[in-house]
Structure formats: structure tokens, C-alpha cells
């Protein structure tokens, strides 16, 4: 059975940075394009970045592009979100996702298997 697990979330003051983890087993990990995907209180989820199986492409949204980093680590099956220059508008839960395949995407029905989310809260 795959599992995600999500770690790194806390509160931070805009400005910060924050580096989100997220630790995968159950299936070949290397195998398989991960993404992140955020939510906000009475907000739709919003899809945040991907990185493809092999770490070579990765997709931003624009809203966290130049901020955001995305990577991943196949040798320890995690995959790592680096968020820099954080502001109050980034406060969400925050959940890892794995694809279906090893093709990069920017679109959540891509991913069928999700973690629990972490909080990531940023003060003004």
C-alpha cells in the first residue's frame, strides 16, 4: 500500500522559509512523477508544483514561482519542497501527491495517492 508522509509545516513570519518533506513507500519510488498540492481555508486546492520521475522537469504554479523549489531524492524516496520569501497569501494545508506514471504534471486527477497534509502558516 503506498504511503505519503508529509513533514516540515509550522508557522513562520512572511519572509521565511519553510522546507516541506515527504517520504513515500509502498511503490517504486523513482518510478513515479510527485507533486504538491495546497489548500486553504474556504479555498480550492491548488495544485503548487510537480517534479517528474526522474527529477529532470519540474512545473510551479505562477503564484509560487521564483519562490518554490522542488525536489526529490530517489535513493531516499522523498521528495522536498523548498519554500523561500514565504508570504500570509502561501498559508495552507500542504499535501504531497504521487502520479500515475513517471510523465510531469501540473494537474491533480494525475495523481492518485495522497498524504495526511501539513500546516504551513504564515504570519503578516
Known amino acids: 500500500q503506498v504511503q505519503l508522509v508529509e513533514s516540515g509545516g509550522g508557522l513562520v513570519q512572511a519572509g521565511g522559509s519553510l522546507r516541506l518533506s515527504c517520504a513515500a513507500s509502498?511503490?517504486?519510488?523513482?518510478?513515479?512523477?510527485m507533486g504538491w498540492v495546497r489548500q486553504a481555508p474556504g479555498k480550492e486546492r491548488e495544485f503548487v508544483s510537480a517534479?517528474?520521475?526522474?527529477?529532470?522537469?519540474?512545473y510551479y504554479d505562477d503564484s509560487v514561482k521564483g519562490r518554490f523549489t522542488i525536489s526529490r531524492d530517489n535513493a531516499k524516496n522523498t521528495v522536498y519542497l523548498q519554500m523561500n520569501s514565504l508570504k500570509p497569501e502561501d498559508t495552507a494545508v500542504y499535501y504531497c501527491?504521487?502520479?500515475?506514471?513517471?510523465?510531469?504534471?501540473?494537474?491533480?486527477?494525475?495523481?492518485?495517492?495522497w498524504g495526511q497534509g501539513t500546516q504551513v502558516t504564515v504570519s503578516s
Open positions: 509502498g511503490r517504486t519510488f523513482s518510478r513515479y512523477a
Open positions: 501527491a504521487s502520479g500515475r506514471g513517471d510523465i510531469l504534471s501540473g494537474t491533480a486527477p494525475w495523481y492518485d495517492y
Open positions: 517534479i517528474s520521475a526522474t527529477g529532470t522537469g519540474t
